[in-house]
C-alpha cells in the first residue's frame, strides 16, 4: 500500500505574461594587469531563467561590442573554478547568443521603454567600469524611476553605492539590499595574496545611514526585494534573482 505520507507533489507555472528584459554586463578592463570581465553565471543563469519564461532578451555592455567572461568563472578555462557551469558553456556555444559576447549592444542605443526589467551582472570589471560611468547611472535610475524592475547581482550592485534619481536621491536612500560581502571580498584576497580592490561594497554601503545593507555568510545564496529593488549577493544568488524577477514582472 502507498503510504501518502511520503509522497511529495510539487507543480510548477509553464507560462508567464510576455515580457523582454536588458541583462546588462561589464566590458573589460584591467586590474592589477589582468584582465577581467563579468561573472559567467550572474549573465547566464538569469538569461536562462527568463528565456525558460518565455521572454525575450537582449545583452548590452556600457560601450558596446565585445565582453569576456572573468577568467576564474569562465567553465571552458582549465584554470577557472566553474567547469560544471554548463549554462554558460550552452550560451556561448549556442548559434545565437554566443555570438553577443562579440557584439553586445551599447547602453546609447536602448530605449527604456522596450523592457520590462534590467539585470546587471558583476564580476572583476565592475567595481572599475562602472564607478564613474555617469550615464550607465542615469539609465539605471531612469529604468527604476519609469517603473521598471531592477536587477543586481554581486558586484553590479556597486551601482547602488552611486546612481542618484533625478531628484538627486541616492536610488539606494530608504531601501534595503544586498551585494557583495567584505567576508567574501577577504576571501578573494586571499585567494590572490594581496588586496584586489580598492574598496568593498560592503563598506561603502554601511558608510549610508538612509539605506539598509544586509548579507547572509560568504559565498550563502542571498536575495533582496525591495519594491521594484532586487538584488543578489553573489554568483550563487543569481538563481534567486531571477526568480524574484519573474514573480515581479507576473504580479
Same mark, same amino acid.
Given at each position: 500500500?502507498?503510504?501518502?505520507?511520503?509522497?511529495?507533489?510539487?507543480?510548477?507555472?509553464?507560462?508567464?505574461?510576455?515580457?523582454?528584459?536588458?541583462?546588462?554586463?561589464?566590458? &573589460? $578592463? *584591467?586590474?592589477? #594587469?589582468? @584582465? +577581467?570581465? !563579468?561573472?559567467?553565471?550572474?549573465?547566464?543563469?538569469?538569461?536562462?531563467?527568463?528565456?525558460?519564461?518565455?521572454?525575450?532578451?537582449? &545583452? $548590452? *555592455?556600457?560601450? #558596446?561590442? @565585445? +565582453?569576456? !567572461?572573468?577568467?576564474?568563472?569562465?567553465?571552458?578555462?582549465?584554470?577557472?573554478?566553474?567547469?560544471?557551469?554548463?549554462?554558460?558553456?550552452?550560451?556561448?556555444?549556442?548559434?545565437?547568443?554566443?555570438?553577443?559576447?562579440?557584439?553586445?549592444?551599447?547602453?546609447?542605443?536602448?530605449?527604456?521603454?522596450?523592457?520590462?526589467?534590467?539585470?546587471?551582472?558583476?564580476?572583476?570589471?565592475?567595481?572599475?567600469?562602472?564607478?564613474?560611468?555617469?550615464?550607465?547611472?542615469?539609465?539605471?535610475?531612469?529604468?527604476?524611476?519609469?517603473?521598471?524592475?531592477?536587477?543586481?547581482?554581486?558586484?553590479?550592485?556597486?551601482?547602488?553605492?552611486?546612481?542618484?534619481?533625478?531628484?538627486?536621491?541616492?536610488?539606494?536612500?530608504?531601501?534595503?539590499?544586498?551585494?557583495?560581502?567584505?567576508?567574501?571580498?577577504?576571501?578573494?584576497?586571499?585567494?590572490?595574496?594581496?588586496?584586489?580592490?580598492?574598496?568593498?561594497?560592503?563598506?561603502?554601503?554601511?558608510?549610508?545611514?538612509?539605506?539598509?545593507?544586509?548579507?547572509?555568510?560568504?559565498?550563502?545564496?542571498?536575495?533582496?526585494?525591495?519594491?521594484?529593488?532586487?538584488?543578489?549577493?553573489?554568483?550563487?544568488?543569481?538563481?534567486?534573482?531571477?526568480?524574484?524577477?519573474?514573480?515581479?514582472?507576473?504580479?
Amino acid at each position: 500500500m502507498n503510504n501518502q505520507n511520503n509522497v511529495i507533489k510539487r507543480y510548477g507555472k509553464h507560462s508567464y505574461p510576455k515580457k523582454k528584459i536588458l541583462c546588462l554586463v561589464s566590458n &573589460v $578592463a *584591467s586590474l592589477h #594587469g589582468m @584582465e +577581467v570581465g !563579468f561573472f559567467a553565471e550572474e549573465m547566464t543563469r538569469p538569461f536562462y531563467d527568463f528565456i525558460n519564461a518565455g521572454y525575450d532578451v537582449d &545583452v $548590452a *555592455s556600457p560601450d #558596446g561590442g @565585445e +565582453v569576456k !567572461f572573468d577568467g576564474h568563472s569562465n567553465p571552458e578555462n582549465p584554470e577557472g573554478t566553474y567547469p560544471n557551469d554548463l549554462v554558460s558553456i550552452g550560451f556561448v556555444h549556442h548559434k545565437e547568443f554566443g555570438k553577443w559576447m562579440r557584439n553586445t549592444k551599447a547602453i546609447s542605443e536602448i530605449n527604456i521603454n522596450d523592457y520590462d526589467a534590467v539585470c546587471v551582472a558583476g564580476g572583476g570589471a565592475p567595481l572599475l567600469t562602472f564607478k564613474d560611468n555617469l550615464k550607465l547611472h542615469k539609465l539605471i535610475a531612469d529604468f527604476y524611476e519609469n517603473g521598471k524592475i531592477t536587477c543586481l547581482i554581486c558586484h553590479g550592485t556597486s551601482l547602488l553605492l552611486w546612481t542618484r534619481l533625478s531628484d538627486g536621491i541616492l536610488l539606494a536612500d530608504g531601501k534595503t539590499w544586498t551585494g557583495f560581502a567584505d567576508s567574501e571580498g577577504d576571501m578573494i584576497n586571499q585567494m590572490f595574496g594581496m588586496k584586489v580592490n580598492d574598496y568593498t561594497i560592503e563598506t561603502e554601503a554601511r558608510k549610508n545611514q538612509n539605506t539598509t545593507f544586509e548579507v547572509a555568510g560568504a559565498l550563502e545564496p542571498f536575495a533582496v526585494r525591495d519594491g521594484r529593488l532586487i538584488t543578489a549577493q553573489q554568483q550563487h544568488s543569481s538563481y534567486l534573482a531571477s526568480q524574484l524577477v519573474i514573480e515581479a514582472l507576473s504580479e
